[in-house]
């Protein structure tokens, strides 16, 4: 059992700070208590409907106080009991906010599975998105050909949208959590 504790403060790209996060035990039990649906797709939808309205802030990953995409997916698995949700990596290359596509397709195969079909998305599953013909997007599918994600542009929130002609064109693939439900 490995002992993991978030920081006192996080930081913002705009120099704003949150406050502490608690402390959990990885593999103790100590993680966030849920009671909902039974399976973890499910689970992460419903968790990621209770950030809707969050303001998108880059890196970060706090209900109702900001996250970026991966923030989204991270913090609603994190309060789901799933931390591994944080280790994916989708670090920042250069000075711009553009995203590492091969370390983020990296993470994703290594955490989750990869889905063939891209019809055959569930509650709960990860969407992957090209921007500007990169993987650089994650959105958590509603399983009503629709997402929840963290959206850069007016209103700059976490949103639920139908997937639509913009972002289905733009489906790279979907990933489903490693439990098999």
């Not at 002992?3 to 403060?9: L, Y």
């Not at 309205?53 to 995409?69: F, H, I, L, N, Q």
């Not at 994190?78 to 994916?88: D, K, W």
């Not at 963290?150 to 002609?165: I, N, R």
């Amino acid at each position: 059992m490995r002992e993991r504790s978030w920081p006192a403060a996080l930081p913002f790209a705009d120099g704003g700070r949150v406050g502490p996060t608690a402390p959990y035990l990885v593999g103790s039990g100590v993680l966030p208590s849920y009671v909902g649906p039974s399976n973890t797709g499910e689970r992460i939808l419903a968790e990621a409907r209770s950030w809707l309205g969050t303001p998108v802030r880059w890196e970060a990953s706090v209900k109702g106080v900001g996250a970026d995409c991966r923030g989204l997916l991270a913090g609603a698995a994190r309060e789901c009991g799933r931390p591994e949700a944080l280790e994916i990596e989708a670090r920042l290359v250069g000075y711009s906010r553009r995203i590492d596509e091969q370390a983020l397709v990296r993470g994703l195969n290594r955490l989750f599975d990869p889905v063939a079909d891209c019809e055959e998305a569930r509650p709960g599953d990860v969407l992957a998105f090209r921007i500007n013909r990169k993987i650089q997007h994650l959105g958590i599918a509603n399983g009503q050909r629709g997402m929840i994600h963290a959206y850069m542009s007016d209103p700059a929130q976490v949103v639920e949208v139908p997937l639509g002609t913009f972002w289905a064109a733009r489906l790279a693939g979907i990933w489903r959590w490693r439990d098999g439900d």
